[in-house]
């Protein structure tokens, strides 16, 4: 594996690479990325999938079926209770996948919450590939990369401590 060790500065590179503090210049060891950068873009993607995860449960539980098969044909085709449940389900990953990492409490419930919206997602697109419903598959790549990013992030890189 590609050590920070192994990759030397060019002789015309105004900032050479430095070794970690404590690490010998011949090895490093492997550190999580936690800097601000790293740290912030797992908010943004939090408040992304949380953003579009909640929107699209108020509208499955609120608007009424007719309209919504107007914007989602899938959910005039289904019962009516199946797609407000799924509207639950979008919901609560949306609220789990932002809400607990904010208050720190239950920080552990976010990683939870990223993998139900993985899995939510891994589900939606099969369902809508087998439908021919490839234009929503986009949307589905991009919350399901936005959710085990934050998994990964949370769960790994850089979890959030709980509130003492």
Request: aromatic content about 6%; hydrophobic content about 55%; proline content about 8%.
């Amino acid at each position: 594996m590609l050590q920070l060790s192994d990759i030397h500065a060019h002789e015309d590179c105004p900032m050479p690479l430095a070794p970690a503090a404590g690490a010998t210049a011949a090895k490093t060891t492997a550190t999580k990325p936690t800097g601000k950068l790293f740290v912030a873009s797992i908010w943004l993607a939090q408040l992304i999938v949380a953003g579009l995860f909640c929107m699209s449960g108020v509208m499955k539980i609120s608007t009424p079926i007719p309209e919504l098969a107007a914007m989602m044909p899938w959910t005039g085709q289904l019962p009516a209770t199946f797609v407000r449940i799924i509207g639950l389900i979008d919901l609560a990953g949306g609220v789990g996948i932002l809400l607990p990492a904010l208050t720190r409490m239950k920080p552990q419930l976010t990683v939870a919450a990223a993998l139900g919206c993985v899995v939510l997602q891994a589900l939606a697109f099969g369902f809508h590939a087998t439908r021919g419903e490839y234009d929503v598959l986009p949307l589905n790549v991009v919350l399901f990369a936005l959710s085990a990013f934050v998994l990964w992030g949370r769960g790994k890189a850089a979890p959030i401590a709980p509130r003492a």
